[in-house]
């Protein structure tokens, strides 16, 4: 699984798993939350549009799967003697929000919402790939390879929909469109150890 694969513009700075590694137990708590987030957001996806009953039946097993994910982050922080701690602004996922286009059909909106969620999914696979390959700690290179098996599912899921709700060509105009953004977003985000974005 790599960047050209998941279609991302820009690695991740290699910086990023060194300082990561160093500082495993902020990671960990950031992760918890990603996770809680992706699964809230599945929800509130089908809580916005449950007439589209692909869209609920598609991602109803992958807030499971989310959430089971979160249990398992908190699991590791246990392990290893660390609690949740605060919630912190993922500033990521703030700026790719803000990129969503206002206004248009639902369905557009629908799009929107889904190539972002895909987006996200695929920036957390790369970096679960990069700590599966260079931390130290054999217990979680295997847990992050497992994850980023399950979020590379996860992103093909999100572009599938969309391609489900609107035309192809549309869907992939703005994808790309999406990681010209969210390439943009990378390179000027400070590299932080402490988030898993």
Same mark, same amino acid.
């Given at each position: 699984?790599?960047?050209?694969?998941?279609?991302?513009?820009?690695?991740?700075?290699?910086?990023?798993?060194?300082?990561?590694?160093?500082?495993?137990?902020?990671?960990?708590?950031? %992760?918890?939350?990603?996770?809680?987030?992706?699964?809230?957001?599945?929800?509130?996806?089908?809580?916005?549009?449950?007439?589209?009953?692909?869209?609920?039946?598609?991602?109803?097993?992958?807030?499971?799967?989310?959430?089971?994910?979160?249990?398992?982050?908190?699991?590791?922080?246990?392990?290893?003697?660390?609690?949740?701690?605060?919630?912190?602004?993922?500033?990521?996922?703030?700026?790719?929000?803000?990129?969503?286009?206002?206004?248009?059909?639902?369905?557009?909106?629908?799009?929107?919402?889904?190539?972002?969620?895909?987006?996200?999914?695929?920036?957390?696979?790369?970096?679960?790939?990069?700590?599966?390959?260079?931390?130290?700690?054999?217990?979680?290179? %295997?847990?992050?390879?497992?994850?980023?098996?399950?979020?590379?599912?996860?992103?093909?899921?999100?572009?599938?929909?969309?391609?489900?709700?609107?035309?192809?060509?549309?869907?992939?105009?703005?994808?790309?469109?999406?990681?010209?953004?969210?390439?943009?977003?990378?390179?000027?985000?400070?590299?932080?150890?402490?988030?898993? %974005?």
């Amino acid at each position: 699984m790599d960047k050209n694969i998941l279609g991302l513009k820009l690695p991740t700075d290699p910086r990023w798993v060194n300082i990561a590694e160093k500082s495993i137990d902020e990671i960990l708590i950031d %992760h918890a939350y990603c996770e809680q987030k992706a699964a809230s957001s599945c929800i509130s996806l089908i809580v916005q549009f449950p007439e589209r009953e692909k869209l609920v039946e598609m991602l109803t097993p992958v807030v499971a799967e989310e959430w089971n994910h979160f249990e398992r982050v908190l699991e590791q922080l246990k392990k290893r003697g660390y609690s949740l701690g605060k919630q912190r602004t993922d500033e990521y996922v703030k700026r790719l929000n803000a990129s969503i286009q206002k206004g248009g059909s639902r369905e557009t909106q629908l799009m929107e919402k889904l190539l972002v969620n895909a987006l996200i999914e695929a920036r957390s696979c790369e970096r679960f790939r990069l700590l599966w390959k260079n931390i130290a700690d054999e217990e979680l290179q %295997h847990f992050y390879y497992e994850l980023m098996v399950s979020e590379a599912g996860h992103y093909k899921n999100f572009l599938q929909l969309a391609k489900e709700y609107m035309p192809e060509d549309v869907v992939m105009k703005r994808w790309e469109e999406f990681l010209e953004i969210e390439a943009e977003i990378i390179q000027n985000l400070e590299v932080r150890g402490d988030r898993m %974005h």
